[in-house]
């Protein structure tokens, strides 16, 4: 019985050297169909942002050929007081509409996860469900809205219908931050004497913050980029960075517009990075 | 006026020596009932358990005690007062969750810490306290760490000092074992009891471990559908269990199905289903006696004898063949089919007159105090 329990472990050694020879065979050509598929996709999804950072640089004003280096395009948008002035309405437009998100968004994800009450399900689902509307039905819907009601267009108009995605984007990713921690940490905190709001302040907020950041982060470069909402909801003079850009190549496509691009692809490129740094640091250990 | 006069008249609703009374307690969730009617006292200085398979309603009822659910009927007293309309925060207890529920963002020493910080105690006593606490299970030497850390073992010392540090009237435990390797679960049984015994306080925790329960508590009450089965001593659940259930869970044993054929005080004969008469304990209940009385009877595996010739007792002993027997180190768990048809489990510190080989022909027997009738 026990010998013949044995036996298979002895003829092992064989099988061992055919699998040390296998991994050995492993390494792969240099140009595989993977590699070149990979690098395909690449080029599909960046060349345009390489072609237009090359044009940002090209002293040429009309012509697409290469007529040597420069930094004039860009030292002209510093010196452009309507870019600044959009510029300054986008970041109040984003910076309002997140900060009232970030608050509103984050009750909202504490509320849903952590209490019962009726029609909850429901309640769920309408309160992501600016995820997935299309923007020109938000644009259309929120320009209506607005137009019975006769409330004339500002630039509030515009952070309200950026509330609407915000909240929902921010409610999103704080309720997945909050489905990772122990229910029982509020309990827990209640449990040694503090009061419920000193729970939250004092436990779970902490635990959320990295959450929050991230989620703010995401909803700040999309209101930053909306042109479709604001551009419905706008009122006259507030004028965001994407439709100052937009009404400027109806005209054709000049270099200074280019530079812009360049450069706010590179701050959003940034904020993307960091909310995904901030997230990852707050799913692994704190300190 | 009126009303005052009869309230003052009430007799004095509590037992001084009680830290815990649940009074016909019930706790519906969206139409389901966890807990129905659970009435215990739990005295001071006690290691009481609450025992029973999952879904039972017992981490219900430990959170009713701490405060995180409210009772849909009943009464709670904790230290004789009506806990019914107190938060969790004001309740002088403290609860070590099966998850530990530990603060990850803060350090060892900030986590026991807490309880003291939010009631505001004076800087250099919070400090005194958490350093005692740290010390007594034995993790002085972790508080700069944090959580994450720690292995589960240490995490379960902290969780405990983070209760104990307050000082609660009581202390609660939801399976606190449960998340441990089996080692490291003995070792945690034995600092529990040392605690317990060193600390004078009232321990009341929820497992459904009967061994752990068995071999920790003072008392325990065995719970099944949100109702308690028994209350009572390690030894009297195990050796006169009321219920069927309760002698089926608490331990193993061979239960026969039958009535009550002839009664007298000391012992009852019960006439099984297929056809066997069995002598053995009465139920408890003088109620619970009368001839023609369904009942169980619950012979403990160990009780039983096995031999390979017929044993010269004259009641209870029955023919069978031994189906298989295995070693288990200590002991020999043997299985027997009985010519009647039942199959019993006994356990037999060792085979009798050395090897018997499989479907050997054996005799099974007990004495009459061995067994217990328990109504239906």
Redesign the interface.
């Known amino acids: 019985m026990t010998e013949t329990a044995n036996s298979p472990p002895q003829q092992h050694s064989p099988q061992e050297d055919a699998i040390v020879d296998m991994s050995q065979t492993r390494t792969k050509p240099n140009l595989s169909w993977q590699s070149i598929f990979t690098v395909a996709m690449f080029l599909f999804m960046y060349l345009p942002i390489g072609v237009l950072g090359f044009y940002s640089f090209n002293e040429s004003r009309y012509s697409a050929n290469w007529e040597g280096f420069t930094l004039e395009w860009y030292q002209r948008l510093l010196n452009d007081a309507r870019i600044f002035s959009a510029l300054q309405n986008s970041l109040t437009v984003a910076i309002t509409a997140v900060a009232v998100s970030a608050v509103l968004g984050t009750l909202m994800a504490v509320g849903l996860s952590r209490y019962r009450f009726p029609g909850k399900s429901l309640y769920l689902g309408m309160s992501y469900l600016p995820l997935i509307i299309p923007d020109i039905a938000i644009a259309v819907a929120t320009l209506v809205f607005l137009a019975a009601l006769g409330i004339p267009l500002t630039i509030w108009t515009i952070v309200a219908a950026h509330i609407v995605f915000c909240l929902a984007y921010i409610a999103v990713v704080v309720s997945t931050r909050l489905a990772d921690l122990d229910p029982n940490l509020e309990e827990a905190a209640l449990d040694l004497g503090a009061t419920p709001v000193e729970a939250f302040i004092k436990v779970l907020l902490p635990e959320l913050v990295p959450g929050i950041l991230s989620g703010c982060l995401l909803a700040f470069v999309l209101s930053m980029d909306d042109f479709l909402i604001a551009s419905f909801t706008a009122g006259a003079g507030a004028t965001t960075l994407p439709m100052e850009i937009f009404s400027r190549i109806r005209t054709g496509v000049k270099p200074d517009v280019n530079a812009l691009s360049v450069l706010l692809i590179f701050a959003s490129g940034f904020l993307a990075f960091l909310a995904e740094y901030l997230r990852l640091r707050g799913e692994r250990s704190p300190n | 006026m009126f009303q005052s006069a009869t309230e003052t008249q009430a007799p004095p609703r509590t037992q001084s020596d009680c830290d815990v009374e649940l009074r016909k307690v019930f706790k519906v969730f969206n139409g389901e009932t966890a807990v129905r009617g659970v009435e215990l006292n739990v005295r001071r200085g006690e290691f009481f358990s609450i025992l029973g398979p999952s879904g039972c309603g017992k981490t219900t009822t430990l959170r009713l005690i ?3 659910e409210t009772p849909s009927a009943g009464e709670i007293l904790i230290r004789g007062e009506s806990a019914n309309q107190v ?4 309740r002088p ?3 070590v ?3 530990y ?5 803060m350090s060892v020493r900030d986590n026991v810490a ?2 003291l910080k ?2 505001r105690q004076n800087p250099s006593e919070i400090d005194d306290r958490v350093d005692r606490a740290l010390q007594l299970v034995k993790m002085e030497g972790f508080a700069k760490r ?1 959580p ?2 720690l292995s589960g073992g240490q995490q379960q010392r902290v969780a405990l000092a ?2 104990l540090v ?1 000082r609660p009237a009581v202390l609660l435990l939801d399976e606190p074992l449960g998340a441990l390797d089996l080692k490291l679960r003995k070792e945690m049984q034995v600092e529990l009891t040392n605690l317990h015994q060193d600390l004078g306080l009232t321990f009341v925790m929820v497992t459904h471990d009967q061994e752990e329960a068995l071999s920790l508590s003072d008392r325990i009450a065995v719970m099944k559908d949100g109702r308690i089965e028994q209350i009572g001593s390690p030894e009297e659940i195990y050796d006169r269990p009321k219920t069927p259930f309760v002698a089926d869970f608490i331990g193993d044993t061979n239960l026969f199905k039958g009535h009550i054929e002839e009664c007298d005080r000391g012992s009852v004969v019960l006439r099984t289903d297929t056809g066997l008469k069995l002598v053995v304990r009465p139920p408890e209940d003088p109620n619970d006696r009368t001839v023609g009385r369904k009942a169980i009877a619950s012979v403990r595996p160990e009780k039983i004898r096995l031999s390979r010739s017929a044993p010269e007792t004259e009641v209870n002993y029955f023919e069978g063949r031994l189906q298989h027997a295995m070693f288990m180190g200590t002991h020999v768990h043997c299985v027997v089919k009985l010519t009647s048809g039942e199959t019993l489990t006994v356990r037999q510190s060792a085979l009798p007159e050395g090897h018997l080989d499989d479907r050997a022909s054996v005799y099974v027997s007990w004495g009459p105090n061995d067994g217990l009738a328990l109504s239906v």
Do not use: C, E, I
Request: proline share 7%; glycine share 8%; hydrophobic share 40%.
């Open positions: 701490a405060g995180f938060p969790p925060y004001r207890v403290n609860t969750f099966q998850s529920a530990l603060f990850d963002r807490f309880g939010v009631k944090f994450k850390q983070r209760a307050n």
